[in-house]
């Protein structure tokens, strides 16, 4: 059945799209012929073109030829298709790319209105608005915009192969923007097949387990790609727009910032150390150098301005005579002698932080390095103020504009690197603690008090904190209330609780080295290197106060309330989301936490964890659950007068909390915004968002307008005026959370089949991360980590947690309502963003869904009864939920609301459903004892293949 059409004005209007994938195909088929014989291209041929017809036509029997074909491979034969399926889904993503980019700029050159999602159109609404310039200026200093790059257990890429496509991309894009002769088109296209060949002779998988330094590698490329330059290309032409638009004296403060998880997230992760925290911060600040450097470099030989042509300040004449460049060639060239300068210095500070950076020698080996980013600033800002007032304005804001904004954002230490722990790990240590330092009276006397929020002054006769006792209270034994006291009692005493590290065990010791080592890098390379600590699996104010006694053990909770680190809550499952917003309460209303909150300027920072969520509660009640908990907070902190800053735990997926990042900004309830937001960003979306710059540029630029919009358009008062959708969303939820929690909590044998009918097994075989995909040894669903179980949901493509629920849930709510109900569920679809993006999202995930591809994985449960029984209940609340969305939403096939990605699906699905059949095929061979390592790496591939053609597998 095929549920995605596609209108034909889009189909014409992709035109160019099918020329490049038709080039694509040619130069790919050729290195095909060339390398491995007619033989193998016929095949591969063959496969396709059955793949394709079978797609287009849905005749059973193109679908059974495909079957009996792919049936009849041999092992290596196997392995040569699934290489090639593989390698074209590929590079059909990059035609894609490129069609994109191509898009976008003839909209911009036929002059079209911006549409939404773009900073122009953003910035025209607010002009029409007649914002004050106070308020302008308010918002864009409190402003924070960050996505954060975190590693990720199923990210497939290795970064040879990315660095392939990227020539390829670059190949392409040429000759779709420069008029070329014969002569040049002959030799771009020889350029295309040179990079297509090293494609196809570069392997695919890693032969090692990834490791936490490969992944802060990895993660590093894409500050050369595209964050490096791009952002402060960006910030350029939000400056531009804002004088044509507002007041000219407005300044536009560094409020995008990228973020990092990689090298501080230890959450199940024993492989992220303290020695791996450091070298993360020392391979950053290395690339942030590379990069000044550089640039300072290029810009020395550029700027040939002569004092004898060129009128300059005392000021530059002044420091360019200090310059170490004494060449009498260069003598009156005072802005190369200050560059020279400049280069001199930036070299001995990276001397000094031990970088091992090949670049130029600087001119002066005895240069005095700079202390921190602001001397670096003020020296750019010299050369800058002399052109300013010297009518050379045009290269004050070039290059050397774009050098200072990237060292005002990027710093000595190029990213902010959070760290982050399980509450129960940062307890572990909290109780060591205690039980090394004499501490027990302070706990046997806390279990015994009566426990208000505030802890009192201590009672006559009660022992102070590590000033005696002798007995042997365990503090994880405390309730709450005891705990809280003890913590409170231990904070506010600010004695020292840490003793010889050594006496520690294994897992508080490594907890205090991290902390140790944190405290280093902040005397190092300054505060804004490692601002935040989040606490995973936050269900209680001791989380978070206990987080704060290990910090202040190295000085990080400087004395009794100067907190140097945010703490930061991470809620993650159904019952965490429902209770935060009282825990965050009671935080508050203790005195000594708020005078811990004003040292970081009374801004509390709150993760929501998107995809525990989803696999705890199913997809529609995740994201009700999410959206409550944002009102509430919003209600807690307005109370205690505190700003709030949400950061937002989703993933690539819609299972995950996916989907479009504009739509997702906009439907965020009223105040949860309020300019700062932080989301993180995983995977392979990484590579597809940043890995080109031209993309990567407009994603940033679509999360600022987005930021903007939701801040300074948002009509407070809209969403508290529709309590009947919210109580309509309450009933869907429960009845959503009933269906899904029933399948996958509550069903007999439902763990069994899910290891058998999804690759769980063999994802956790591959090299793609150094995270262990479950927290726990174990096969139960709670323990698995939600990554690897939305990945195998997708490979197999299912993509249950993306919508299993919703159909139950919509269909009894009409049931009981009549027509009434169906139509208040239409009028919220039309009229409530949050309501509209979860039917878009789930819109989307369907569309990747084939209950024919997922009824062969259901074959490997060998169990029939079992079998039957799950995978008809998964596919009757498929077909329920497809009725139940074009019935709220009145459309009569998926992504009717989204034709180019219905073309695109459409035009890559034949290149995945053959990867899938003989992924099936291979899950049985290697299952039934078939050892043969061909058949183990074709199953690794085919994982590799359909994740890179379905974009978003975790």
């Not at 063959?46 to 287009?56: L, W």
């Not at 050159?109 to 002009?127: W, Y």
């Not at 927290?775 to 997708?794: C, N, Q, T, Y």
């Not at 027509?819 to 963003?833: E, P």
Request: proline letters at 5%; glycine letters at 6%.
């Amino acid at each position: 059945m095929n549920l995605i059409s596609v209108p034909d004005d889009i189909s014409s209007k992709d035109q160019p799209l099918r020329e490049d994938l038709r080039l694509l195909r040619r130069v790919f088929g050729s290195t095909l012929r060339e390398q491995e014989g007619e033989a193998y291209f016929e095949l591969v041929e063959s496969v396709r073109k059955t793949a394709v017809r079978f797609r287009k036509t849905q005749d059973e029997r193109d679908g059974e030829m495909l079957e009996q074909m792919l049936d009849a491979l041999s092992h290596s034969e196997t392995l040569a298709v699934v290489r090639a399926f593989s390698y074209f889904s590929q590079l059909a993503n990059i035609a894609e790319d490129l069609h994109h980019n191509r898009s976008h700029r003839a909209q911009l050159k036929a002059g079209f209105p911006a549409t939404d999602g773009s900073l122009q159109l953003a910035l025209e609404r607010l002009q029409a608005k007649q914002p004050s310039n106070g308020e302008l200026q308010a918002f864009l200093n409190s402003a924070l915009i960050s996505p954060v790059l975190t590693a990720h257990p199923t990210e497939v890429q290795r970064k040879s192969i990315l660095d392939c496509q990227l020539y390829i991309a670059g190949f392409l894009a040429e000759r779709d923007r420069v008029d070329m002769t014969p002569d040049e088109l002959e030799e771009n296209e020889e350029s295309l097949r040179r990079s297509v060949l090293i494609l196809w002779q570069t392997r695919m998988l890693r032969t090692t387990k990834l490791t936490v330094r490969d992944e802060i590698n990895n993660g590093l490329e894409y500050y050369r790609y595209t964050f490096l330059v791009e952002i402060p290309k960006i910030y350029a032409n939000l400056e531009k727009q804002f004088e044509a638009r507002f007041d000219k004296g407005i300044r536009i403060p560094p409020l995008l910032r990228i973020g990092s998880w990689i090298g501080g997230d230890r959450d199940g992760n024993p492989f992220v150390t303290h020695d791996v925290m450091r070298d993360a911060l020392q391979q950053q600040s290395a690339l942030a150098f590379e990069h000044y450097l550089a640039a300072t470099f290029v810009l020395s030989r550029s700027l040939s301005l002569t004092d004898r042509l060129a009128d300059i300040s005392d000021e530059l004449r002044r420091f360019a005579d200090a310059s170490p460049d004494k060449d009498p060639v260069r003598a009156d060239e005072p802005y190369r002698r200050a560059l020279n300068l400049i280069y001199s210095r930036l070299s001995a500070t990276s001397k000094l932080f031990g970088h091992n950076i090949a670049h130029q020698p600087p001119l002066g080996a005895n240069e005095r390095p700079y202390t921190t980013p602001q001397e670096f600033i003020a020296d750019l800002d010299i050369l800058i103020d002399s052109m300013f007032k010297h009518g050379a304005v045009y290269l004050a804001r070039g290059r050397l504009a774009n050098l200072r904004r990237a060292v005002e954002v990027f710093g000595f230490h190029l990213t902010p690197l959070d760290m982050r722990q399980h509450s129960g790990v940062i307890e572990q240590t909290v109780s060591e603690l205690f039980s090394h330092s004499g501490c027990d009276t302070l706990l046997r006397s806390s279990r015994l008090r009566e426990q208000p929020l505030a802890a009192p002054p201590a009672p006559e006769g009660f022992t102070p904190p590590c000033r005696g006792g002798t007995g042997k209270a365990n503090y994880s034994d405390l309730d709450e209330a005891a705990k809280r006291t003890a913590l409170l009692e231990a904070l506010q005493q600010a004695d020292c609780l840490l003793q010889d590290i050594n006496r520690y065990s294994a897992v508080p010791q490594e907890e205090l080295r991290i902390m140790q080592t944190a405290a280093e890098i902040h005397q190092r390379y300054g505060r804004a290197a490692l601002p935040n600590h989040i606490i995973s699996k936050t269900d209680a104010v001791s989380d978070m106060l206990e987080l704060a006694l290990v910090l202040q053990q190295v000085g990080l909770l400087q004395g009794r309330d100067t907190l140097h680190v945010n703490i930061i809550p991470l809620f993650e499952t159904i019952e965490d989301l429902r209770g935060c917003a009282v825990i965050m309460d009671e935080l508050f209303s203790l005195p000594w936490y708020r005078k811990v909150l004003a040292s970081r300027g009374d801004t509390q920072e709150v993760m929501l964890g998107y995809s525990d969520s989803n696999k705890d509660g199913g997809y529609l009640t995740a994201n009700w659950e999410l959206y409550k908990a944002e009102l509430e907070l919003v209600k807690v902190f307005e109370k205690h007068g505190i700003e709030l800053r949400l950061f937002h735990g989703r993933g690539g997926t819609v299972g995950r909390g996916g989907g479009p990042s504009y739509d997702a900004i906009l439907a965020q309830p009223p105040g949860s915004v309020n300019g700062q937001i932080r989301i993180t960003e995983q995977g392979e979306v990484i590579a597809s968002k940043y890995s080109n710059p031209e993309i990567g540029r407009r994603n940033l630029e679509t999360l600022l307008a987005a930021t903007l919009e939701a801040t300074l358009l948002h009509h407070h008062g809209a969403d508290s005026a529709m309590p009947e959708f919210h109580r309509v969303m309450e009933q869907l939820s429960v009845d959503a959370f009933a269906a899904y929690r029933k399948l996958v909590y509550e069903t007999p044998g439902f763990t069994d089949y899910f290891f058998t009918a999804t690759p769980i097994r063999e994802i956790a075989e591959l090299n793609i991360g150094s995270r262990p995909s479950s927290r726990k040894p174990s096969d139960r669903i709670e323990d698995l980590r939600a990554i690897p179980w939305v990945f195998s949901w997708g490979l197999n493509r299912v993509m249950l947690p993306g919508w299993f629920g919703y159909g139950s849930a919509v269909k009894q709510f009409i049931a009981r309502e009549g027509d009434a109900g169906l139509a208040q569920l239409q009028a919220m679809y039309q009229s409530w963003a949050f309501f509209r993006g979860l039917m878009s999202n789930m819109d989307m995930v369907l569309s990747k869904t084939d209950m024919g591809i997922a009824s062969r994985y259901a074959e490997l449960v060998e169990d029939v009864e079992l079998r039957e029984r799950i995978f008809n209940a998964i596919n009757s609340e498929w077909e329920t939920t497809i009725e139940m969305l074009f019935a709220v939403t009145g459309n009569t096939s998926l992504l009717q609301d989204n034709p180019s990605f219905a073309h695109s699906i459409l035009a890559r699905t034949p290149y995945i459903d053959p990867l899938n059949h003989l992924q099936v095929a291979l899950l049985h061979r290697h299952r039934a004892g078939d050892n043969d390592e061909k058949v183990k790496r074709a199953i690794h591939l085919s994982i590799n293949g359909i994740a890179t053609g379905l974009r978003n597998s975790g």
